[in-house]
C-alpha cells in the first residue's frame, strides 16, 4: 500500500465502509419490498405470472440478488474490520481507526441478519405455494 | 489556581460572567414565552407530557372502574369507546414519545458536551406546537366528540357513513399538526448529535442514550410520513368526498392498515427505544462499571430501528393476505428478537460483573428487566401466525402490549425520573418514599395485567364496555381493576416524591451517583452555558477519565471556553474534530407565533372554515420568512 | 490496469477505509437533508399507494370510461420543471464567488420557469375537469391529490426562490453566507425527483 492515499482513494474507502455497514439493510430493504408487492398484487390480480416470467421466478430473483449484495456487504465490512485491526495493532493511535473498527462490527452483525432474513424469505419461498391463501 | 468547588479553574471569574451575559435569562413574562433554552424547554415537555399522561391515566382509571363487575352501568359505550380510544392516543402519541423528547431536549447537549441544541428555536416551535396539538385533541373530550374508534382508528369504522361528526376529523387533524412537531423534534436531534458532539467525542465513544435518540429520531423520519399520509388520506374521503377507503369506488380499506402499520411498528420502538437508552445510560452508575459489549448494544439499537420497518404486516396476520408474502415479515420479526436479546444480555453482564449500588433508579431497572421480559417472550409468540390469529383482538394483546409498553417505556421513564432528578432540579429525592414508590407501581402493573393475559386466552375481546358474568371472567377483572388502583397509588406516590424534593430536597451535588457521562460534570442544576469550558472528550466514559477532566481543567484553552458571544462547537460528523465555533440563536417569540397561526389552520380546517383557514396558511408562510430573514452579519463573525 | 488496481488497493487500506465521510457539512445542510428525506418518504408512500389500489381494481386502469391522461402538457412540464435547476444552480454557483448578480438572475429565471410550470399545470386541471373530478371515483381522488400534492410543493419552492431572491436584493448573502440559498438547490433536486416519479406513475404508467 502507498503512503500517499489520494482523494479518490479516500472518497471511494468512505463510501465503502458504508456500504459494508448498511449495505445489507438497504438489500432487505429492497427485497422485502420487491418480493412482497410482486406476491401479493400479483396473487389479487390473480395471475401466477409477472410479465412473462412465472411468478415463483420473479419472487425467487428478489430473493438471490438481494442475497448477493448483502454476502457483499459483509465480505466488505470484515476486510474493514480486520484492517482496522491491523492498524491499530501496528501502533496507529488515530481515533478514526477505533470509530471505524466499531462500525465495521456493527457492519458484520447487521449484515449477518440481514442475510439470514433474505435466506429465510427464499427458504418460504422454496416451501409455500406462491399464492396460497 | 483553584477556586469553589464545582468551578473548574479552567476559566476565569470574567469569563464565566461573560457567558452568564450571554446565556443567561431575567425572568420576565416574554423571557418566558421566548426562551430557547433547551433545559427549560426539556422540562416543559416532561410537564406537559405528564399531564396528558395523568389525563389518559384517568380515562383508564375510569374504564377499569367500569369493567371491575359485569354489566355495571357507570359509562356508557359511546364514553367507553371515547376513553379507550383518548387513553390509547394520548399514551402513545402524547406521553411516550413527547415525556422522552424533553429528557432527550434536556440531556442531549448536556450529554454530548454541548451548549444547546442544533436548531434552539425550531426546538421552542416543536414544544408549543405539542402543547396546543394535545390541547386540541383533548379538548374535544368536555364537548362529547372525541375520537372514539380505537387509537389505530381503522377505515371503514372511521368513514363518514359509520362515524359522523367531528371525532375522528380531530383524531385526524391532531395527528397532522402533532406530527410537525416530532418530524421537527426528531430532525433537531438528529443533526445536534452530528455536529455538536464535543471534540473528540467519535461515533465509538457516544453515550448509549445518544445513539438511542439519533435511532428514535431516524425512525420517526421514515415512519411518521405513512401516518401523516394515512390521515390526510382519510381526512379528505371524509370532508372532500374522495374515495382512497371506499371500495363501492375502487378504493381499498386494507390501505389505511397497511399505512397505518408501516408507521405502527416502527412506532413501538420509537416508544420504547429511548426507555432502553435509559437503561444503559443508568445502569453504569449503578454498577460501577461501563454496559458490556458497547458495540453489540449499538448494533441492537442501530438494527432493531431499521428491522422495525419491515414487519408491519405481523399485525394483519388475520387479514387474509398470500401466506408466502407473510413470510416475508414473519422472518424479519422472528430475526428481530435476536438485538433486542443480545440488548438484554448485555444489560445482564453489566449487572453480573459490576457491583450493585441498591436505590430506586436501579429498583426500577430491575422492574423494567423482568416486566419487559414477560413482554418480550408474548410479543415472540405473535411471530408465529397461527397464534396469532388465535388472540388477535383479545385481552391477551392487552396484556402483552402493556407489558411491553409500561415494561419498556415506563420503567426506565420511573429509573430516568429519580436518576436525573438531581441535575433536572438541583435536589434530592427521599430514598424510602422513592422505594414505595417502587413497590406499589410494580405490584400495581403485574396485579393490573397480569390477569388480563388469562382472560384474554379464555375469550374476552378488548375494547368491550362490560361483559356477561357467566363467562369465568369476572374474578379476573376484579383483581385487574383492584391492581389499576395500586398502580395509580404508586404514581401517585411518585408525584408526591418529586414535590417533595423540590420543596424539602437536600442540595443534590454536582454528581450524587458517579455517573459517567457528561451531564454529571456540569453544576445541579446546570447553568444557563451547561459548561464553562466545553471539554476534550477522550473515551467513553468521559467523566471517569481523568483526561478529559484536565480539558476542562488545566488544559482548558480558549477555543472551546468561547465566551466571546452565545456560541458552541461545530465537530466533524464521524470523528468528532473540531470544526469551528458558531453564533447560536437568541431567544424569540417567533417559534409561539408560527405554532399560534398553525393551531388557528387546524381550528379552522376542522370547522371547514375555508376562509380563516386561508388567512392563517398565508400567517404561517409570512411568519416562516420572516424567522428565517438573513441577518446582516458583521464582516469579522464570516465562517 | 495497474493504476485502477491501484487505487482499489489504496482504498480498501485502512486510512482509506477510515476516511471521514460525510464531512464538514452545516447543520442547515443537514437539516435540509433530513427534512426532504422526511417529505420524499410521503410522496413514497403516496405513489405506493396509487400502485396498491391501481392492481387491486383490475387490469382496465384508469377504471372504466376514463381515457389515458394526456401526455403533452406532462412533458412540457416536465422540461420546464427540469430546466429550471439550471439557473439556480448557475446562480448558486455565482454567489459562491461573490456574484450577487448572478444570484438575482438565476433566481429570476428560475421564478419565471416554475410560473409557466404552473400555469400550464393549472390549464390542464381546467381542461380535465370537465370529465375527471377528484370525487369521480379512485382514481380521480389519486390523480389530482398526487399532481396537486406536487403542485404544492412546487408552489412552496416558488415562494422559498421569490424570499430568496427578495433578501439577496438586500444584499444579504455573500460567499461566506449562502446556506439558504444552497438549501433551494436541494429542495430543488427533490422537486425534481418526485415529479419524475409523478410523472411515470400518474402519466406513462397507464401505458404500459
Redesign the interface.
Known sequence: MGTQVGPRARLFGGLLLWYGVLGGAVAWAVHLMAAWSMDELACAAGSAEISALPLWQAVGLAVIIPALAAAGALAVAVLAWTRMGQAQRSGASDNAYGRTRLLAAVGIWANLFFLSIIVLGGVALLVLPVCQR | MSTTTGKPPGASQEELSRLEEHWGERPSLRAWFSTVDHKKIGRRYIVTAALFFLFAGISALLMRTQLATPESGILSPQEYNQLFTMHGTSMIFLFATPMFFGLGNFLVPLMIGSRDMAFPRLNAFGYWVFLFAGLFMWVSVPFGSAPSAGWFNYAPLTNLKFEPGLAIDVYNLGLLFLGISTTVGAINFIVTALKLRAPGMSLNRVPLFVWAIVATSFMVVFALPALNLDNLLLFLDRRFDTHFFDPSAGGNVLLWQHLFWIFGHPDVYIIVMPGLGIVSAVLPAFTRRGVVAYPLVVLAIVSISILSFGVWAHHMFATGLPQLSYSFFSAASTIITIPSGIQFFAWLSTMALGRLVIKVPLLFLIGFLVTFLIGGLTGAMFALTAFDQQVTDSYFVVAHFHYVLLGGAVFPMLAGLYYWLPKVTGRMYHEGLGRWAFWLVLAGMQLTFFPMHLYGLFGMPRRVYTYRGDLGWDAGNLIATIGAYVLATGLLLVLIGVVHAIRRGRPAPNDPWGGDTLEWTTASPPESYNFPVLPQVHSLHPTWDERTAESTGARASQDRILSEGRRTLFTSELDARYERAVEMAESSLIPLVLAFWLLIFFISMLFSWWLVAGVAAAAVVVTMGVWLWPSRRPAERAG | MTDRG??V???????????????????GW??MV??V???S??F???LG?Y???R?????RWP?DGIGNPELVRPLIMTGLLLFSSVPLFWGVRGIRYGRRWRLRAGLLATMVLVVTFLTVQATEYVDDLRTLT?????????YY?ITGFHSVHVLGGL?FVG?LLA?SLG????P??YD?VRNAGIFWVFLDVVWVAVLFTIYLSPRL
Open positions: 491501484g487505487i488497493a489504496a482504498a480498501t487500506g485502512a486510512e482509506a477505509l477510515s476516511t471521514e465521510e460525510p464531512v464538514g457539512r452545516s447543520t443537514w437539516g433530513l427534512f428525506a422526511t417529505e418518504t410521503f413514497a408512500c403516496l399507494s400502485y396498491y389500489l392492481f387491486q381494481v383490475g387490469p377504471p377528484p370525487t369521480t371515483d379512485v382514481y380521480g381522488s389519486l391529490l415562494a424570499w433578501a444584499n444579504r448573502f455573500d461566506q453566507h439558504r
